[in-house]
Every structure is written in structure tokens, then in C-alpha cells.
């Protein structure tokens, strides 16, 4: 069974400019996991998704930030304008039902604003 | 607030020695998640463990054990005669109820520990 999968894994951009990374969940889960880690910080939460709905986007940091996860696969997190406080690794994880279920993790895409 | 300690930024050991990585927890919840996360240089986080509050059971995977203590908030991850292939950065996180998301629940992090096994 494939793993969660993003990309790019590393994304270079200038401020100003638009971003938008993807994330492949593991087949057939449900529910979709942002996060982001900025350097010497802690991994932080963006959003949540259970299929294609948004069940708490309490973590987006502002508006410039735009997730989606049309027809409940895929996800993309957009950027828009990019600033430089918005570089970081982002993860995205997946998990198969309800409850606490366990999150499974992708590489990450390391994004950096210049 | 819910909040995840991990006093110690960087640990180095010689291969074969033992080592104990910590963590501190705090939390309002009654019923809560502990989870230790692995990332390796290649830059993943790999899941290692998940343990729930009702259960202090310690844990034995190998040569990786865990100690669950409720008294001190504490979950550390004892890794026995490391490997350098244990060297990599070792995250523990708390499972945090989220809003309207029924059980689903949202983690929060410590900064972790990087562990360097030399040979």
C-alpha cells in the first residue's frame, strides 16, 4: 500500500508569488491532515479534512492560505502571496476513520520564500 | 492549554550505549493520546507508537520501550543498544480534541530531540 505522498518536495519562490502544494492521502482515508513546521519552532496544525469538508481550518495562519480537497482524494494547500514568514516544511498526514486514529505522515514539501 | 515538552534539543551517544529521550505533557482532557514520531534524514515522520491515557502499561517494541507515567505527565522513549541507524529526530505529540470534528482530534507537538548514534 503506497504511503502518503506530496509535492514538490521543495519548492523555491519569490515573495509575492503563488504557491501551491499537493498531497496524496493513503486509499481509502478519510480523513486529511495539514501541517506546517517553521524552523526552531514545533510542527504546527493548519486543517483538517474528513473527505472533501473542512472540519476545522482553526490553524490556517490567514486568508493568504487556501486548502481544498475537491471529491475527497487529493488535497492542495494553496499560498497566495507568498511571504516570507510562510517558509517552512509542510506535512501533510492521513488517517482511515473516526476517533484517534493514527496519523501517517508524508515526506513533507519544504517550502522556501525568498 | 495542551503543551508538549521535550527539554532535550540534541543527544549524542556513542553506538551500543542506551538512551533515554523525554517528554512532558500537559493537558485539560481526561481522555487523551500519546504518540512518538521518527524523522530520519530523509525527512518523513514515521509513526512508532500510540499510547492512551487509560493505559500505563509501559511498552516493548524491540530494542525501542516506552514508560508511560500519569503521576509526572511524562511518556519518555528508552532506545537500547542504539544503532546509527537510530540517528534522526524523534517528535512526541498529544492528541487535542478539534473543533467540530466529533473524535477526530488534531496533535500537538513537541520540538524534538535529535538523537546522533556514532559509531
Known amino acids: 500500500e503506497a504511503g502518503v505522498t506530496q509535492f514538490p518536495s521543495h519548492s523555491v519562490i519569490e515573495k509575492g508569488q503563488t504557491v501551491t502544494l499537493r498531497c496524496d492521502p493513503i486509499s481509502g482515508h478519510d480523513n486529511l491532515y495539514w501541517y506546517r513546521r517553521v524552523m526552531g519552532k514545533e510542527i504546527k496544525f493548519l486543517l483538517h479534512?474528513?473527505?472533501?469538508?473542512?472540519?476545522?481550518e482553526s490553524g490556517m495562519p490567514n486568508n493568504r492560505f487556501l486548502a481544498e480537497r475537491t471529491g475527497g482524494t487529493y488535497s492542495t494547500l494553496k499560498v497566495q502571496p507568498a511571504e516570507l514568514e510562510d517558509s517552512g516544511v509542510y506535512f501533510c498526514?492521513?488517517?482511515?476513520?473516526?476517533?484517534?486514529?493514527?496519523?501517517?505522515f508524508g515526506p513533507g514539501t519544504r517550502l522556501t520564500v525568498l | 492549554a495542551q503543551k508538549v515538552t521535550q527539554a532535550q534539543t540534541e543527544i549524542s551517544v556513542v553506538e551500543k550505549e542506551d538512551v533515554t529521550l523525554d517528554c512532558v505533557y500537559e493537558t485539560r482532557d481526561t481522555t487523551y493520546y500519546l504518540f512518538w514520531y521518527k524523522q530520519p534524514p530523509s525527512g518523513e515522520l514515521v509513526f512508532l507508537i500510540r499510547?492512551?491515557?487509560?493505559d500505563e502499561q509501559n511498552e516493548i517494541s524491540g530494542r525501542y520501550s516506552w514508560n508511560f507515567q500519569k503521576s509526572t505527565s511524562s511518556f519518555n522513549f528508552t532506545i537500547t543498544a542504539s544503532q546509527v541507524v537510530d540517528s534522526a529526530v524523534y517528535f512526541c505529540a498529544l492528541s487535542e480534541k478539534m473543533v467540530g470534528a466529533g473524535n477526530n482530534r488534531k496533535l500537538i507537538w513537541g520540538l524534538g530531540t535529535s538523537l546522533a548514534v556514532n559509531p
Open positions: 498526514a492521513s488517517s482511515h476513520g473516526t476517533g484517534v486514529d493514527t496519523q501517517y
Open positions: 499510547r492512551n491515557s487509560f
Open positions: 479534512f474528513v473527505k472533501e469538508s473542512k472540519q476545522d
